[in-house]
């Protein structure tokens, strides 16, 4: 059976689901990506007056930090990475459908042909659309790794997205908001060919019978695939 162009129903609901499963994904974890942001950059913070001293370890790194900064600044950045999320994901869309024009395989034509084919076509999606939403991952970094200054009466670097974007600018330029771009695509090829070509294949096969057509398992399997894809691209 060959693969079917999806209609404008079926692509809206794919990617509201893919965006609330990684939202939830992303919101849940955004604590634990900050601590681990500010231990991988406490050197530099140290530097910069905005660390007093060097943090014990993880434990240690939580409880400074809601100490100093509140509960709420645990989730710093997060707002900034989900909504990247969506112009990410319209894009990923996009250059998918793409790629896979592209490589014309068809499930008639082999399973893991076809799989293979899902999965480069995600991962040339994902290079592709992150040149042109990077910088939004840039500034997310730089906000989660922010922390109030210890010698400027516990003032920050950044004032928000924005306030990133043109410091950034008027130090370094466009390449400034690309900085660590070519070691970060790697990953992000292999995120999306997971996303992409584990959720493209299972998908047919596994949301069948009373399952198909199910919001709550078209759910569960985004989630798990979302889940499973950053894991793998950590790894």
């Known amino acids: ?85 969506f112009p990410t994901q319209a894009l990923n869309f996009a250059m998918k459908d793409y790629f896979k024009s592209l490589f014309g395989f068809k499930k008639s034509e082999g399973y893991w042909r076809w799989f293979g084919g899902n999965i480069a076509s995600g991962a040339g999606a994902g290079a592709t659309s992150s040149l042109f939403v990077y910088s939004l991952d ?15 009466g516990g003032k920050r670097q950044f004032n928000g997205l924005l306030d990133v974007y043109k410091q950034t600018l008027k130090a370094d330029g466009i390449k400034g908001l690309y900085r ?30 009373p399952l198909e057509g199910s919001f709550l398992a078209s759910f569960a399997l985004g989630w798990a695939v979302t889940t499973g894809a950053g894991k793998l691209s950590l790894s």
């Open 1 to 85: 059976m060959s693969s079917k162009s999806k209609t404008p129903q079926e692509f809206a609901t794919d990617f509201m689901l893919g965006g609330v499963a990684a939202a939830i994904s992303k919101t849940g974890a955004a604590p634990i990506e900050r601590i681990k942001l500010l231990v991988q950059n406490q050197d530099e913070m140290i530097r910069q007056g905005r660390l007093a001293s060097p943090y014990k370890g993880i434990g240690d790194a939580f409880m400074r930090t809601y100490k100093d900064e509140g509960l709420v600044a645990l989730w710093r950045g997060n707002g900034t990475n989900v909504i990247r999320y």
């Open 138 to 152: 840039y500034a997310r970094t730089r906000l989660s790794s922010d922390a109030k200054s210890t010698t400027s």
């Open 180 to 209: 660590g771009f070519v070691p970060s695509i790697v990953g992000i090829m292999v995120y999306r060919g997971a996303y992409f070509g584990v959720y493209d294949s299972l998908k047919p096969t596994v949301l069948v019978g």
